[in-house]
């Protein structure tokens, strides 16, 4: 089998979608499976091509600006990128499947159509508003280009809201290196509560660290740990000195499974998510995760569907309340860690999650 990915970001890009697509690409290679990925050099130091992880990598066009700070994507790395992307058609139809990300969104709507049955949409997250339901709605009216959601909700939106088959939807998380993961007993502090991932504005760290502040927990002993960099990080650092906050940055992939062990609670607060991988590798730890009820945050809906933690009102109030929930009932939060450890393991693995994934692609199309 032969499966070509197109994504915008790739390493030395550090995110969320660059690991699933490195991580997916090498269980697939493990299987005997061809892998293609297609992205954009955003780092013109990158290699144009190379092979990591027995996946080869072609960086199609160059965007040294492409993370544009106000527009977020510049617009005209991602008319290139569609560009060097439709002259080669004839190399992505040579491919059994094409898995598109869906940011941009661009060459789906432009390729969708001409891949004949072989186009498949990785949809990340769903975001309200007019715009973004347009655009949704243009993917899902696509002919024979199939959908994989990161999370169960995003598939139930797309199913429900744009009225895409059911036949040509699934879901496929961002899967976890249980190899790498460490393995039970974790000695977990009853008292550490963990917050990993970017340190930007949507994602709402400042709002947590008020919010722990504010909380009776710093004069009982509590600890909150920051984990990520990003554009937040100075001034969290500037603005609060609480003795019970370790704000530190960004850190190893080691240090963050020692952390989530040792951690009893992690806290996502983001207005806008998909499926955050550290909630899957928190609860294969057995940390559960506490997050807040956005309208466009995905992490809420995963915590429900898997069992993995809770969610509350998107007020700072609530989250002070939740957190003295946590100090109040230490019990009911560690046996929800436990409870959620095998599931954990059952669906998170990079195994199942790619096993159901080749069936999925595989399967004969009317």
């Given at each position: 089998m ?14 969320g979608?660059?690991?699933r ?14 892998v293609?990925?297609?992205t ?18 072609h ?21 290139k ?17 094409v ?55 995003i ?8 009225g ?17 993961a460490?393995?039970?007993?974790f ?25 722990f ?9 509590y ?6 960099g ?40 983001s ?11 928190a ?11 956005y ?6 809906f995963?915590?429900q ?6 969610s ?50 595989t399967l004969?199309?009317?």
């Amino acid at each position: 089998m032969k499966i070509a990915f197109v994504t915008e970001l790739f390493a030395p890009s550090v995110g969320g979608q660059e690991v699933r697509f490195e991580e997916l690409g090498a269980e697939l290679v493990k299987r005997g499976v061809e892998v293609n990925l297609y992205t954009i050099r955003h780092d013109l130091s990158s290699p144009r091509d190379e092979v990591r992880g027995g996946m080869a990598v072609h960086r199609i066009t160059d965007c040294a600006g492409y993370k544009h700070p106000r527009l977020r994507r510049h617009p005209w790395g991602i008319l290139k990128f569609t560009w060097a992307l439709r002259q080669r058609l004839a190399e992505l139809q040579s491919h059994d499947a094409v898995v598109f990300n869906i940011w941009p969104v661009l060459p789906p709507l432009v390729l969708g159509r001409a891949l004949r049955g072989k186009a498949v949409v990785d949809v990340c997250e769903t975001r309200s508003g007019r715009f973004w339901h347009w655009i949704y709605q243009r993917l899902a009216d696509l002919p024979k280009v199939r959908l994989l959601g990161v999370s169960p909700e995003i598939v139930r939106h797309m199913l429900r809201v744009h009225g895409a088959p059911s036949k040509d939807a699934h879901v496929a998380v961002s899967g976890v290196d249980l190899e790498a993961a460490p393995q039970p007993p974790f000695a977990k502090d009853p008292r550490q509560i963990m917050y990993f991932g970017r340190l930007t504005e949507h994602k709402n760290p400042r709002m947590l660290v008020e919010a722990f502040c504010r909380s009776t927990l710093p004069g009982r002993g509590y600890r909150l740990v920051v984990a990520g960099g990003g554009p937040e990080l100075e001034g969290l650092r500037r603005d609060f000195s609480n003795p019970a906050l370790d704000i530190l940055g960004r850190v190893s992939d080691e240090q963050k499974w020692s952390l989530l062990c040792a951690s009893s609670l992690l806290v996502l607060p983001s207005r806008r998510e998909g499926f955050p991988r550290v909630v899957a590798e928190a609860a294969c730890v057995g940390t559960p995760t506490l997050t807040l009820d956005y309208p466009d945050n995905g992490t809420r809906f995963v915590v429900q569907d898997y069992g993995v933690g809770r969610s509350v009102d998107a007020t700072e109030q609530a989250l002070v309340a939740a957190l003295e929930q946590f100090a109040s009932a230490p019990q009911e939060w560690a046996a929800l860690g436990s409870g959620s450890l095998k599931r954990a393991r059952d669906e998170f693995g990079w195994e199942p999650v790619t096993t159901r994934l080749l069936n999925f692609l595989t399967l004969e199309r009317n």
